[in-house]
């Protein structure tokens, strides 16, 4: 089996996964690259929609640590091979849990979820085709969401008997509303791309042949920002969402004030006064 190590790729542009017309098709269920600041880290279980099971935690948990100490990868974009991003948690696994079993599968997923919550680099999630259960859930958790107009996103898991056990029942109503996300998880409707940019829970992939390329169009202008103000950002945003509005003020207050005192900021300022682009040391 291709080990990690093998399949990064630091310089060139092709495009990642199983489609790389100039590598092995993997059957590694999640495809670690890099190239041009940008990771990409593709689920890679084409012929199960990409349901995700312990194996594509743990790779997926691999990833993000590899992301997340590389010098290079400024931006991660988290995407799907083949016809879907992920129709969800592996429902033949659970044929095998137990219900202790059970909860330590979730607390895994989970686990994995948080790192990408509190990743110091933005990750995207680039949604085509399904994005279900604990498929949609794990995009939810990344910074942006991209989808196809006519991806399907949705919270299938009461047609099984089950509850979602990745945050469904509380950042997609935070992010859409009550009342929608109680339609989705009562009624296992799924919305397409184009009803989620408009509920406000995914940006629309308009203007690019796919969610993926108006990710990679996201993240080359990540890539041009600041990293440290970038990581701050993600923290000042992911604590006001949860925090009274006068405490988020007083830490944006805190934080930025920090940021000021960054050897970025400086440089950041002055650049645009020499009218040249910024030379960024991530300090
Ligand atoms: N877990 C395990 N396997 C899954 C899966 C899942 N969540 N979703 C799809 N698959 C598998 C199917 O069993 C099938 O495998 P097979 O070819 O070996 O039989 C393969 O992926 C293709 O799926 P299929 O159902 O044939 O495709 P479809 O286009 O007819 O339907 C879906 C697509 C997404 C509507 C349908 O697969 C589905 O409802 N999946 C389950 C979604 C779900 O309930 N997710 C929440 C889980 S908690």
Known sequence: ??????M??????????????????????????ESRGIAYVTLNRPGKLNALNPEVFR???ESLTRFVESPDARVAILHGSGRAFAAGADIEHYLELSVVEYAGFMRVGNAVQQRVVECPKPVIAAVHGYALGGGLELALCCDL???EPDAELGLPEARLGLLPGGGGTQRLPRLVGSMRAAEMLLTGRRISGDEAV?????????GHESALAAAEALAERIVRQAPVALQMAKVVLRAGRDAPLSSGLALEQAVGTLLYATDDASEGVRAFVEKRPPRWQGS
């Not at 089996?1 to 093998?6: H, K, N, P, R, V």
């Not at 406000?200 to 308009?206: N, Q």
Request: proline residues 9%; charged residues 30%.
């Open 145 to 147: 969401l991209v989808a």
């Open 8 to 33: 990064t790729d630091h310089d060139d542009a092709r495009e990642p996964g199983v489609d790389d017309p100039e590598g092995p098709p993997s059957d590694r269920a999640v495809l670690y690259r």
């Open 1 to 6: 089996m291709q080990g990690l190590a093998d």
């Open 59 to 61: 790779l997926l948990d």
């Open 198 to 206: 408009t509920w406000g829970c995914a940006l629309s992939s308009a």
